[in-house]
């Protein structure tokens, strides 16, 4: 990002199957607590597996309920954004405004209004009228929705690319206002855990039966997960003025398409090795700067080789071993939020200068040959962190997050 513009995190919120707000979210990143569970909100009965990460009885506000324009994904994202708007203290500043920008990234949408209402109807086969429908659901309904709340007039943006899109989110939001187009911005990703998802990644082949063991050798497969994260970005001039606290800035990031398959990444990890280049030149720092890597992860065995493989490839010349772990062995793969959730979690591990471990690890394997911090936290003081977000398409992501000038991890 540009010097004279720095855009700096003042707010963040979470809400997914291992934490419902940022505490106890950090503490189960910690302490090894997993969402995975027998699914409740579909039924699992035709599928070879039943597990995922849910998010289990979360209470929406009866403020929230007149802004809620979809169903479940929706209500997640609200939730999220009323925490870092919350924390950022920057309520009266969004209100009515015609300068701040929303930017929402997304996988599926809000479909699951629409499987609840198939569901009850069993009884008759679908027909194409309501493949149309499905098909057709609006990917922009969390965006209006968070628009509705705060009254926002200004830019309202979905980015649905797949399991990349929150870390685009935040990466849009974040140039929006480096480059002064906006006075501030929301970047959310949300997901909502939906039958055709998991029917989608079951016929792939991709579903472990068990647990999600990224990095790690005997790994089987991903458990899908929802939720929401959201984060308020603002300039750090005028952070500073107004007595917000800067919880991390959004120094790059950096964008690529493999080009190469529908769902297969490039077998040399081409893109991510480009998304995770041109975040660094943008933050213009050295692979060596780089103190951590907050990894997409998925426990698929392509995968976590192809990664590896890219990240090697990045930082071959660094010395020393550089730590990289992911987070979705307890999360499960979140979807379009993954990127966003992701990226909290790098701020709070460059807060509290502790790496989340990978955890669920079995021992190495020898494709991968990486530092994947396992089954234990590790304390290291951190200044900048990337986190990467790879998803179908071949759509890579790569934020670059870094620590307040000045700060030092607690």
Request: hydrophobic letters at 40%; aromatic letters at 4%.
């Amino acid at each position: 990002m540009t010097d004279a513009i720095r855009p700096c995190i003042t707010g963040m919120g979470v809400i997914t199957p291992i934490g419902q707000d940022l505490d106890s979210f950090w503490e189960a990143l910690l302490t090894g607590r997993c969402g995975s569970a027998p699914i409740r909100s579909f039924d699992t009965s035709g599928f070879k597996s039943g597990i995922g990460c849910e998010v289990a009885d979360y209470t929406l506000p009866a403020s929230l309920r007149p802004h809620v324009l979809g169903g479940r994904c929706t209500e997640l994202a609200l939730l999220a954004v009323t925490q870092a708007v919350g924390q950022s203290g920057s309520e009266t500043l969004l209100r009515g405004s015609s300068e701040t920008a929303v930017v929402v990234g997304t996988t599926m949408g809000d479909v699951t209004r629409f499987e609840q209402e198939r569901a009850a109807h069993t009884d008759r086969p679908a027909d194409e009228r309501e493949l149309a429908a499905l098909v057709g659901q609006p990917l922009d309904i969390m965006g209006r929705s968070v628009a509705s709340l705060y009254g926002i007039t200004g830019l309202v943006m979905t980015t649905p690319t797949a399991c990349a899109a929150g870390a685009y989110a935040v990466g849009l939001a974040a140039a929006m206002v480096a480059r002064g187009r906006v006075t501030q911005a929301i970047a959310v990703g949300c997901e909502a855990l939906s039958r055709l998802a998991f029917a989608g990644f079951t016929r792939l082949g991709a579903m472990s039966p068990d647990a999600c063991r990224p990095f790690s050798r005997e790994r089987r497969g991903l458990l899908l997960g929802e939720g929401a994260a959201a984060v308020v970005i603002e300039p750090d001039t005028a952070a500073r003025r107004r007595g917000a606290e800067i919880l991390g800035v959004v120094d790059g990031f950096g964008l690529s398409c493999d080009a190469h398959h529908i769902t297969g990444p490039h077998p040399e990890g081409a893109g991510a090795v480009a998304a995770m280049t041109r975040a660094l030149r943008e933050g213009r720092l050295a692979p060596s700067d780089v103190d951590y890597i907050n990894a997409h992860g998925t426990g698929t065995s392509l995968n976590d080789k192809v990664e590896s493989l890219a990240v090697r490839r990045v930082f071959a010349g660094t010395p020393g071993t550089l730590p990289v772990s992911s987070i979705k062995a307890l999360t499960g793969h979140m979807m379009g939020a993954a990127g966003c959730v992701e990226a909290v979690a790098s701020v709070l591990a460059l807060r509290h200068g502790v790496i989340p471990p990978t955890w669920n690890w079995l021992g190495e394997d020898p494709e991968c040959g990486i530092d994947c911090v396992p089954n234990q936290p590790r304390e290291k003081p951190l200044r900048h962190v990337l986190s990467n977000s790879y998803a179908f398409g071949g759509n890579n992501a790569s934020l670059l997050l870094s620590a307040p000038r000045g700060a030092s991890a607690s």
